[in-house]
C-alpha cells in the first residue's frame, strides 16, 4: 500500500516537473510564440533556430535540470528501483506529451539526458559523446539524438555480459527502452526526412518559399477575371 502511494506520487511529481515549458518560456520572454515558429516544437533545437543560441542553452541546461531533479529524490531516498523507473518515464512523458499544451511538448531527449545522468552517469556521458560524434559528423540532430538514446539501451544491454543479472539491471533497461522508443516516435517525422534526404542539419537555413509558390499565395486564382488582370478596368497600378 505504502509503496502504492509513494508510486503514485513520485510519478505524479515527475509528470508535473516534466510539463514545464521551458522552450516555450524562455522564447516567449523574448517575445516569440515558439509553437508557431519554425518546426512549432517547443525544445532546444527550434529555439535555436527561431530565437538564438542564448535561449537555447537555457533550454539545453534547464530541460536536463527537471529530470535530475524528480529521478534524483527518489534515488536519495532509497526508494525501490522500479519507482524510479517509474519516475523517469513520466517525467519525460510530461516533456513530450504536456497535459497543459494539448499533449504536445518536446521530443524528450534533453530530459531524458536528465534522468538518465542520474540512473546511470558512466552510460549517459559515453551517450553524450556518442551525440556529439554523430552531430559533428553529420550536423543532424535528430540523428544525434535518435543514436544516443540507442546507444544507452545497447551499453546497458552490454554490460549484462558482465554481470548476467537480470532482475537487478531490469528497472534500469526498462527504462532505457521505452525512452528509446518514445525518442523514436516523438522523432518519426525525422526518421521521414533523414530517409527522404530532406532533413535539415544544424545551422542549415530554411529553405524559402519558390517564386511560383508565393506568386499563387499572393494572388489566388478566382472565377471574376480579376487574378487574369482584365483589362476594362485599366493597365494594373504599379
Not at 55 to 73: M, N, T
Not at 77 to 82: A, I, K, M
Not at 90 to 113: D, P, W
Not at 171 to 189: G, S
Request: proline residues 5%; aromatic residues 6%; without cysteine.
Amino acid at each position: 500500500m505504502f509503496d502504492s502511494l509513494l508510486i503514485i506520487v513520485f510519478v505524479t511529481v515527475g509528470y508535473l516537473l516534466g510539463t514545464i515549458p521551458t522552450g516555450m518560456l524562455v522564447a516567449r520572454w523574448r517575445g516569440v510564440d515558439i509553437r508557431r515558429s519554425g518546426s512549432g516544437n517547443i525544445g532546444a533545437t527550434n529555439v535555436l533556430r527561431a530565437v538564438g543560441p542564448l535561449a537555447a542553452l537555457v533550454v539545453v541546461l534547464v530541460d536536463p535540470l527537471k529530470g535530475v531533479i524528480a529521478v534524483g529524490v527518489p534515488m536519495l531516498l532509497g526508494l525501490d528501483p522500479w519507482i524510479v523507473s517509474a519516475t523517469a518515464i513520466a517525467t519525460v512523458l510530461g516533456n513530450t506529451f504536456n497535459v497543459f499544451l494539448g499533449f504536445r511538448g518536446g521530443k524528450g531527449i534533453a530530459t531524458s539526458l536528465g534522468v538518465f545522468l542520474v540512473i546511470d552517469p558512466i552510460v549517459t556521458v559515453l551517450a553524450v559523446a556518442l551525440f556529439a560524434l554523430t552531430l559533428w559528423l553529420t550536423r543532424f540532430v535528430s540523428l544525434a539524438s535518435l543514436l544516443a538514446v540507442s546507444g544507452a539501451l545497447l551499453m546497458l544491454l552490454a554490460r549484462l555480459d558482465a554481470d548476467p543479472n537480470v532482475v537487478a539491471a531490469a528497472p534500469k533497461l526498462t527504462t532505457a527502452l521505452v525512452l528509446a522508443l518514445l525518442a523514436f516516435v516523438r522523432h518519426r517525422e525525422n526518421v521521414a526526412r533523414l530517409r527522404g534526404g530532406v532533413e535539415r542539419r544544424l545551422g542549415e537555413p530554411r529553405e524559402p518559399a519558390s517564386a511560383t509558390t508565393v506568386a499563387t499565395t499572393a494572388a489566388p486564382a478566382t472565377d471574376d477575371g480579376a487574378s487574369r488582370g482584365d483589362l476594362s478596368e485599366g493597365p494594373p497600378r504599379a
